[in-house]
Nanobody
Framework: QVQLVESGGGLVQAGDSLRLSCAAS????????MGWFRQAPEKDREFVAS????????YYADSVKGRFAISRDNAKAMVYLQMNNLKPEDTAIYYC?????????????????????WGQGTQVTVSS
């Protein structure tokens, strides 16, 4: 079973960069497809990005493509989300997520029903 703890959120200005980290524990991490979701106030939780177990393939929501980058370090059991050129509409709680099934396709993780484990979330606020 994987457990997830996010960190790195904060208050930044539009155009700034921020890197979120997700520390995973559990022996199944290296076989898990991982991802990031976010939830803005009064909105549904939405998919942001996913990465396959080796880190060789990634998938992004259109709203963040070209600005955000997901990566992982299996040796350290870490997943990262590098966020560049942040916009006020990126303000949300960001959640790290692990796929429900080992080796899940990265596009499959974009649906919340396919998430097996959630982190507790980290707040990102972007001021204009």
């Amino acid at each position: 079973q994987v457990q997830l703890v996010e960190s790195g959120g904060g208050l930044v200005q539009a155009g700034d960069s921020l890197r979120l980290s997700c520390a995973a524990s559990g022996r199944t991490f290296s076989s898990s497809t991982m991802g990031w979701f976010r939830q803005a106030p009064e909105k549904d939780r939405e998919f942001v990005a996913s990465i396959n177990r080796s880190g060789s393939s990634t998938y992004y929501a259109d709203s963040v493509k070209g600005r955000f980058a997901i990566s992982r370090d299996n040796a350290k059991a870490m997943v990262y989300l590098q966020m560049n050129n942040l916009k006020p509409e990126d303000t949300a709680i960001y959640y790290c997520a692990a796929g429900k099934i080992s080796g899940m396709a990265i596009v499959t993780l974009r649906e919340r029903k396919n998430v097996g484990i959630w982190g507790q979330g980290t707040q990102v606020t972007v001021s204009s």
